[in-house]
């Protein structure tokens, strides 16, 4: 089993920044490639990047290419996620994910996921 945590979220004003962290325990971490999500109020779980098991491989939403960046440091055990520039439609629930295959953009395809990290973007 793997076990996630988020951390790092808070209240921002528009165009500032936040780091999200997501530390993971259990299962050997670089074998899991690892997502961040994000869900608003009355919106369904929305896709926001990934990374490979090995960090060479990321993908991203359109909405956030050039803003975001995903990353991870195998020895911490831990996923990043740098958020810049941030705007008022950015503020969600960001849950950090985890799987044992390749990067993916779809939530069914991931299995194990942290308790959420609110970012709240104000304007």
């Known amino acids: 089993q793997v076990q996630l945590v988020e951390s790092g979220g808070g209240l921002v004003q528009a165009g500032g920044s936040l780091r999200l962290s997501c530390a993971a325990s259990g299962r050997t971490f670089s074998s899991l490639a690892m997502g961040w999500f994000r869900q608003a109020p009355g919106k369904e779980r929305e896709f926001v990047a990934a990374?490979?098991?090995?960090?060479?491989?990321?993908s991203y939403t359109d909405s956030v290419k050039g803003r975001f960046t995903i990353s991870r440091d195998n020895a911490k055990n831990t996923v990043y996620l740098q958020m810049n520039s941030l705007k008022s439609e950015d503020t969600a629930l960001y849950y950090c994910?985890?799987?044992?295959?390749?990067?993916?953009?779809?939530?069914?395809?991931?299995?194990?996921w942290g308790q959420g990290t609110q970012v709240t973007v104000s304007s």
């Open positions: 990374i490979s098991r090995s960090g060479r491989s990321t």
């Open positions: 994910a985890a799987r044992g295959f390749g990067v993916s953009s779809w939530p069914d395809d991931y299995d194990y």
